[in-house]
């Protein structure tokens, strides 16, 4: 499904769980698609599962999946996902990275030009290829 950077700072749950929120945020998985279980992700990814759980209980937490006794853990809606804190936390740190981009030299027309860029080349949430 994917590959692990084993060479990076960041824990290996949080790349899976990073992982998992791009592949849901880009469509790659549809809403309420089926997720590997534990064991099978695991044993995929050569990891131990309690890693795996552990990222599935995060991606649980942050709304991206959820799991249904005795058939596994699926995709949720994004209807399902907005989370009004999450929301204005990213909201915030998008006003941060501005900021300090202006800060640094970063001429408003030619931001403008980069954030139509970036949302041209985003449809639906699906970024075109």
């Not at 279980?37 to 890693?51: E, F, G, M, W």
Request: charge should be negative.
């Amino acid at each position: 499904m994917f590959q692990l950077d084993l060479k990076n700072g960041k824990p290996i749950y949080e790349q899976i769980v990073d992982k998992f929120k791009e592949f849901i945020i880009t469509g790659v998985l549809k809403p309420d698609e089926k997720i590997p279980s534990v064991r099978d992700l695991a044993k995929q990814l050569t990891i131990n599962p309690n890693t795996i759980q552990k990222a599935y209980r995060e991606l649980e937490y942050q709304g991206y999946v959820y799991s249904v006794q005795g058939l596994g853990s699926f995709t949720s809606s994004p209807d399902k996902i907005l989370d009004t804190n999450k929301v204005d936390h990213l909201k915030e740190q998008i006003n941060n990275n501005i900021c300090e981009l202006l800060y640094m030299g970063f001429e408003p027309d030619e931001m403008e030009k980069y954030i139509k860029n970036i949302l041209s080349s985003w449809k639906g949430g699906r970024q075109n290829d």
